[in-house]
């Protein structure tokens, strides 16, 4: 069998793993929006496809199964391969990891639709906000240049950010105890993140709730109707072996 992963997330990275380890061929296409990526094994391509007609033809011919492994929010890519995979007819299971929307403290959270949302629900909440919604909606909040904002980013900001900020550079996992140390030394009053799941950054939830700050939580965009979507690499072998046979 011949699998494109559309990656750039850990289970993609398993997922890539475990089907090489049975057999079968495997690409696995990374945007290339993050520097120095950990990749995974097997054949690697890296950046975009040219939109919905170059994934279908990249698609067409070339490969059994496409496996969309992008993060949680990267909707335009998962538009894009279920438009190609439907024009050319190749089978597409989305591989999504679950959401913090069944987290134990998920009623605890003020859940917003969007990151400019998240920015006018946070300014209800807290003087001293903490951004972890990913470097490139950091732009949304740089009205806020006359306070200190904390912002964590595995790559640095293509834009000149106020004075005011603290931009951290780091890449998960974060420990409790890290994170509970980062919210009280910043002295932090709003945590704001998006609903991407996982226990890599999961402790950072836990530490607000300890510490009695606020959690502002961007919801993911729906996955487009009719596609396939599991949560563990597991299911993903399951669903490729039972329509290889």
Same mark, same amino acid.
Do not use: N
């Given at each position: 069998?011949?699998?494109l992963?559309?990656?750039? !997330?850990?289970? =993609?990275?398993? +997922? =890539?793993a475990?089907?090489?380890?049975?057999?079968?061929?495997?690409?696995?296409?990374?945007?290339g929006?993050?520097?120095?990526?950990a990749?995974?094994?097997?054949?690697v391509?890296?950046?975009?496809?040219?939109?919905?007609?170059?994934?279908a033809a990249?698609v067409?011919?070339?490969?059994d199964?496409?496996?969309?492994?992008? %993060?949680?929010?990267?909707?335009?890519?998962?538009? %894009?391969?279920?438009?190609?995979?439907?024009?050319?007819?190749?089978? +597409?299971?989305?591989?999504?990891?679950?959401?913090?929307?069944? %987290?134990?403290?998920?009623?605890?959270?003020?859940?917003?639709?969007d990151?400019?949302? =998240?920015r006018?629900?946070?300014?209800?909440?807290?003087?001293?906000?903490? +951004? !972890?919604t990913?470097?490139?909606?950091?732009? !949304?909040?740089?009205?806020?240049?006359?306070?200190?904002?904390?912002?964590?980013?595995?790559?640095?900001?293509?834009w000149?950010?106020?004075?005011?900020?603290?931009v951290?550079?780091?890449?998960?996992?974060?420990?409790?105890?890290?994170?509970?140390?980062?919210?009280?030394?910043?002295?932090?009053?709003?945590? +704001?993140?998006?609903?991407?799941?996982?226990?890599?950054?999961?402790?950072?939830?836990?530490?607000? %709730?300890?510490?009695?700050?606020?959690?502002v939580?961007?919801?993911?965009?729906?996955?487009?109707?009719?596609?396939?979507?599991?949560?563990?690499?597991?299911?993903?072998?399951?669903?490729?072996?039972?329509?290889?046979?």
């Open positions: 069998m011949r699998v992963v559309l990656g750039g !997330t850990g289970e =993609a990275r398993d +997922l =890539a475990r089907l090489v380890d049975r057999g079968d061929d495997v690409v696995s296409s990374l945007a929006r993050v520097s120095a990526p990749l995974p094994v097997g054949e391509r890296t950046g975009g496809f040219g939109g919905v007609d170059g994934l990249y067409d011919g070339s490969f199964h496409v496996v969309d492994a992008t %993060h949680p929010f990267a909707a335009r890519i998962t538009d %894009h391969a279920v438009r190609a995979c439907q024009r050319v007819g190749v089978p +597409l299971v989305r591989l999504q990891r679950p959401g913090w929307t069944r %987290h134990p403290l998920a009623s605890t959270f003020t859940w917003v639709d990151v400019e949302g =998240a006018v629900a946070a300014e209800r909440l807290g003087v001293r906000p903490f +951004l !972890t990913g470097r490139q909606q950091l732009e !949304t909040f740089a009205a806020w240049d006359d306070r200190y904002v904390l912002a964590r980013v595995v790559d640095p900001p293509d000149d950010v106020p004075a005011s900020w603290e951290l550079r780091a890449r998960g996992p974060y420990p409790y105890a890290s994170e509970r140390d980062l919210l009280e030394s910043r002295q932090v009053d709003v945590l +704001l993140t998006k609903d991407s799941g996982g226990a890599l950054t999961e402790a950072k939830l836990v530490a607000a %709730h300890d510490l009695d700050v606020p959690v939580v961007v919801r993911r965009p729906a996955v487009p109707e009719g596609v396939p979507v599991v949560e563990s690499v597991d299911d993903v072998l399951e669903a490729l072996g039972a329509k290889r046979a």
